[in-house]
T-cell receptor
Framework: QQQVKQSPQSLIVQKGGIPIINCAYE??????FPWYQQFPGKGPALLIA?????SEKKEGRFTISFNKSAKQFSLHIMDSQPGDSATYFC??????????????FGQGTRLTINP | NAGVMQNPRHLVRRRGQEARLRCSPM?????VYWYRQLPEEGLKFMVY????????ESGMPKERFSAEFPKEGPSILRIQQVVRGDSAAYFC????????????FGQGTRLTVV
């Protein structure tokens, strides 16, 4: 019940394309869903996050779509660039409890954007 | 306005030695989380600490691992009698409060046990 399942494991997209990464969860107590970007040798950096009271959130070229009934959420990257090549992690937590940043992470997606 | 500082960045230990990993949270942050990342895997929660208190250690192995966050100084993750399976990247994150605020990650300590 604590798992977050992420797919695909790896993804290759041409520059300008729209990579989509999907995550699914089981625990209905989760109510905070962030996406992190990680470059080799670096720590994860928060990209964008959503709470289940909205179905979509957009920040710049990054969009989260959220489907509460299906317990799924996804990350879309518009007009992808080679600099977006990184590993992306979805995560979930019970954002209103003490220790809200006790995050459960997906397995990660290694994204490559070809020039 | 430094971010979360972890040191050392790389640590090599022989089997049976002790590894000590340090994390200085962002200025003003009193909530610290430790995560472990095995190669090609996501991060796994280990422990959540506030100053001088362990709040949640549900992700910590029962033996050899301990963590502290003293009143003064950095948070320390200690691994005694390291084994090859402890080789991983260990990340620390800090947040301003324990509820609903963004956690900022350090660059990690990459532990290699030889």
């Amino acid at each position: 019940q604590q798992q977050v399942k992420q797919s695909p494991q790896s993804l290759i997209v041409q520059k300008g394309g729209i990579p989509i990464i999907n995550c699914a969860y089981e625990n209905t107590a989760f109510d905070y869903f962030p996406w992190y970007q990680q470059f080799p040798g670096k720590g994860p950096a928060l990209l964008i996050a959503i709470r289940p009271d909205v179905s979509e959130k957009k920040e710049g070229r990054f969009t989260i779509s959220f489907n509460k009934s299906a317990k799924q959420f996804s990350l879309h990257i518009m007009d992808s660039q080679p600099g977006d090549s990184a590993t992306y992690f979805c995560a979930a937590s019970n954002g209103r409890s003490q220790g809200a940043q006790k995050l459960v992470f997906g397995q990660g997606t290694r994204l490559t954007i070809n020039p | 306005n430094a971010g979360v500082m972890q040191n050392p960045r790389h640590l090599v230990r022989r089997r049976g030695q002790e590894a000590r990993l340090r994390c200085s949270p962002m200025k003003g942050h009193s909530h610290v989380y430790w995560y472990r990342q095995l190669p090609e895997e996501g991060l796994k929660f280990m422990v959540y600490l506030q100053k001088e208190n362990i709040i949640d250690e549900s992700g910590m192995p029962k033996e050899r691992f301990s963590a502290e966050f003293p009143k003064e100084g950095p948070s320390i993750l200690r691994i005694q009698q390291v084994v090859r399976g402890d080789s991983a990247a260990y990340f620390c994150a800090s947040s301003l409060t324990g509820q609903g605020t963004e956690a900022f990650f350090g660059q990690g300590t990459r532990l290699t046990v030889v």
